[in-house]
């Protein structure tokens, strides 16, 4: 049987040459990332900012339309309420902003909403969320992310060299980043899930660069006359059929969700498809270019007889 | 070799069999359908709200109102004590939650505060000159936090239970916060109506000379008295005596039914002491209004016209629900705080099908196409990657079911992108193998020193990823917790099934004699 390759046997690219031009590549992402949030801000689902989320489903599938649920839900004078069609055409998503006075007002809206359309359409889905909820979760978020960072880096730098952790961490934030800011740019709904894909694009990111590393790391002890340029080049070389393999398989279950997944999932799949695109982009030319301008320590020499056969070393 | 004793491959067998064993339940639909497997040590997987449908209701108790009301019972405490003391005082009043009062005479500052500290010997007392200040500390607020709180829950889980929900979960979260999980209940309007009265049912006695028809709104209470709205018509108020004649924790029972005119109320029972109490006051009171007072407003005021003993009924104009539910309210007791609803989720039960329903389709095509992948990319090895994915969904599923973890939508989408994220330590194991054969070793130390490397890398990077999936259990609420834990899970499982089952297989594998290393070869 003939085996699939994604990537030839012995690669020798040299993608630390490059490196300036991946570098300018992270540095648009992160600047056009910035800028959206500067002028778009992210587009805060009810989670994060509280308010009415509802999920209707037309009785009658042919003549559902978006306009006529407009003009019925804008008798209640509301406030701001966005409608979408949400995934299927009798689907439709209804937000409506968190309305003045307190809880009880909240809560009452949502019984007006339901006995307004109740007639045509079935509520799949109804959710409140106090502007109370919402700020503790948008604290919790940052929080989490935070704490996952910090306890990555710790963890990096006890297994390897203060100057690995700090290159994984900035390779990180620049997942992270730049995953916030393509919900930005696109005006995606910015909720818990998404919190959850960000840190789990993190985790999946982490993964891929600590792989290389830990190649860079064994590398660095075989290879001792060698540059550390040619180490780092030869350790992404030869983690390369691994890095693509398992970005491969990851994708393709991520666009599984994606297309099979319902409509609750789809935005959830499509950060982590960024992610995971971003993040190997990432172990590659953020976390191992940025190696580059620290001088590692290649080791005692003792390590040599323990960590390397006979056979395999080269001087 | 020592990897192919027979206690490992004993242990791999029994793991995967009990796992089967425990992952079986799950894939039968209905749980009668479980039944008729009750051999079987295990339960099935809860399923999270957002797929079996039902409600999520977040309360907070509004303890600022409780502890007013506390304070205001330390109130009239501090001024029967100082009375019984005979200790003149001036000014005893509550403002912004501090007790304050000034000393007439020559009683030593001392003797008041052991008074006072008589009473409670966490409460904050500091004076200046004469004036005496007296607050809570956090100690108290901390006690009465938790006392409420107890009872609170308790109401809550009467209340939820009398209206035949199935299978509630009620907990604290936090200080002063319940969750209440309603399972199939997609519309949860009857209950939120029900937690929001804390029904704090009194009967005390009408002003005998001022009538409603004398007052409005900007009517001054004289000493003793209070004025109080009507509750079905907000534009009419009582002068109502604030001595409490009997309160609702003398009711024994409640239930709705019709008065002498065929409208709907409630009729009551009181306890024995309730009673008592009752029989005493409305025998010296004939002729005279009383209030029946809830939620501080006043349901009736009818006129006295015998003396009641222990049973007696509740009229206004009310509908054959609201007795249902003003009843229901009142049996179960009054909550100890007025509860406000922080939050509020519901999902019907045809979102949850569709949920479920779309989840197995991607399990399923997640499955087919990672396994579809592995095998034309390692052939024979691939084969074992995909055996080793095998064990490590059941695995998967078998922990879940032994932890009776909730899954959830976005937990099944943890579980297809665990398949993905699985073979990777495979991966890791097969590329290392071909490296090393094609560096010149042998097949055996090829394979045995591919394990021996790729295991501490296997190790760093999913220990690394296990902290990400930590700190979002740790932040994560309902389904974000649910997805956590099945990455969690799978982390652990495929770290299992690679370094243990895989090289099994593999170790198994290439002591064949036949064996083909052309699945290695570069």
């Known amino acids: 049987m003939k085996l699939l390759r994604l990537v030839p046997n012995n690669t020798n690219f040299d993608f630390l040459r490059i490196k300036v031009i991946a570098f300018l590549f992270s540095f648009i992402i992160l600047s056009a990332s910035f800028m959206s949030l500067i002028v778009n801000n992210l587009n805060y689902g009810i989670d994060f900012n509280g308010g009415i989320l509802l999920e209707l489903r037309s009785k009658k599938p042919n003549s559902s339309n978006i306009n006529q649920l407009r003009e019925k839900i804008s008798t209640l004078n509301a406030g701001e309420v966005s409608i979408q069609n949400f995934g299927k055409e009798t689907d439709f998503l209804v937000r409506i902003q968190k309305q003045e006075g307190d809880q009880k007002e909240q809560i009452a809206m949502i019984e007006k909403v339901k006995s307004l359309i109740e007639k045509d359409y079935t509520v799949r889905r109804s959710e409140f969320v106090g502007p109370v909820v919402g700020d503790e979760l948008k604290t919790a978020g940052i929080y989490a992310v935070s704490l996952a960072l910090i306890s990555i880096m710790i963890y990096i730098w006890f297994r390897f060299e203060w100057q690995f952790s700090i290159a994984a961490i900035l390779a990180l934030i620049h997942d992270v980043l730049t995953t916030v800011g393509l919900f930005s740019i696109l005006k995606l709904e ?126 | ?87 003149g005082y001036k000014k005893l009043s509550i403002q912004n939650d501090i007790i304050s009062f000034q000393k007439r005479g020559a009683s030593s500052n001392e003797k008041i505060r052991s008074i006072i500290f008589s009473l409670d010997k966490n409460l904050i007392v500091e004076n200046k000159l004469d004036s005496f200040f007296i607050r809570f500390s956090e100690q108290n607020k901390n006690n009465i936090t938790k006392s409420t709180m107890a009872q609170a829950i308790e109401i809550v889980r009467r209340r939820i239970d009398e209206t035949g929900t199935n299978e509630p979960s009620i907990q604290q979260q936090g200080d002063d ?51 109080l709205q009507e509750d079905k018509n907000p534009d009419r108020f009582y002068m109502i005596n604030k001595r409490v004649m009997v309160s609702g924790e003398m009711l024994k029972d409640a239930s709705p039914t019709f008065d002498r005119n065929n409208s709907p109320s409630v009729s009551f029972q009181l306890s024995a002491l309730g009673g008592k109490k009752f029989g005493r006051v409305t025998g010296k009171n004939i002729g005279r209004a009383f209030a029946i007072v809830l939620d501080g407003k006043v349901v009736s005021a009818p006129v006295i016209q015998t003396q009641i003993f222990s049973t007696g009924q509740i009229t206004g104009s009310f509908t054959v629900q609201e007795t249902n539910d003003l009843a229901l309210v009142l049996r179960s007791g009054a909550l100890p705080a007025p509860m406000v609803i922080l939050e509020e989720r519901s999902v019907g039960p045809g979102l949850g099908k569709d949920s479920i329903s779309a989840g197995k389709i991607a399990s399923i095509f997640g499955l087919i196409a990672v396994m579809v992948f592995m095998l034309l990319t390692y052939g024979m090895f691939g084969i074992f990657a995909n055996i080793a994915l095998v064990c490590n969904i059941i695995f998967i599923i078998a ?98 099934t690679a370094i243990v089952i895989t090289k099994y297989i593999v170790f198994l594998y290439s002591k064949k004699k036949d064996f083909n290393s052309v699945y290695l070869q570069d």
């Open chain 2, 177 to 227: 916060r319940i969750i209440v999980q309603l399972p199939g209940l997609d519309d949860p309007s009857r209950i939120k109506k029900l937690l929001g009265k804390t029904a704090k049912l009194t009967f005390q006695l009408a002003h005998p000379s001022i009538f409603p028809e004398d007052l409005d709104e900007d009517s001054k209470a004289p000493p003793g008295f209070i004025k």
């Open chain 2, 1 to 87: 070799m020592k990897s192919l004793s027979k206690i490992r491959l004993i242990l791999i067998i029994a793991s995967v069999i009990i796992g089967i064993l425990y992952a079986t339940p799950n894939f039968f639909y209905t749980s009668k359908q479980v039944q008729s497997f009750n051999f079987l040590p295990g339960k099935k997987i809860n399923l999270g709200l957002d797929l079996q449908g039902g409600s999520y209701l977040l309360l907070k108790a509004d303890m600022n109102v409780v502890f007013a009301e506390k304070l205001d019972s330390v109130l009239s405490d501090i001024r029967s004590l100082l009375r019984k003391s005979k200790i």
């Open chain 2, 399 to 496: 922990l879940l079911s032994m932890i009776q973890a909730t899954l959830t939508l976005p937990g099944i989408a943890g579980i297809v992108l665990t398949m993905g994220m699985a073979v990777d330590a495979n991966v890791l194991i097969f590329e290392r193998i071909k490296e090393e054969f094609n560096s010149g070793r042998n097949i055996l130390d090829a394979i045995e020193a591919g394990f021996q490397r790729a295991i501490s890398t296997i190790i760093d990077a999913n220990l690394t990823t296990l902290f990400a999936a930590l700190a979002l259990f740790s932040f994560g609420s309902g389904p974000i917790k649910g997805f956590s834990v099945t990455l969690m899970i799978g982390i652990v499982t495929s770290m299992f």
């Open chain 1, 190 to 315: 910015f909720n818990l899930a998404t919190i959850a894909a960000i840190l789990t694009t993190a985790g999946y990111s982490i993964n891929d660069t600590v792989v290389i590393f830990d190649r860079v790391r064994e590398n660095l002890r075989r290879y001792k006359s060698k540059t550390h340029y040619f180490i780092y080049n030869k350790s992404i070389n030869e983690t390369l059929s691994r890095t693509v393999i398992t970005s491969v398989t990851t994708l393709l279950a991520l666009f599984i969700i994606f297309f099979f997944g319902g409509a609750v999932l789809s935005d959830f799949a499509l950060a982590m498809i960024w992610g995971v695109i971003i993040g190997t982009f990432s172990s590659i030319f953020v976390a191992v270019s940025l190696l580059t301008y620290f001088n590692i320590n290649k080791g005692e020499k003792v390590d040599d007889r323990t960590n390397v056969p006979e056979y395999e070393r080269e001087n």
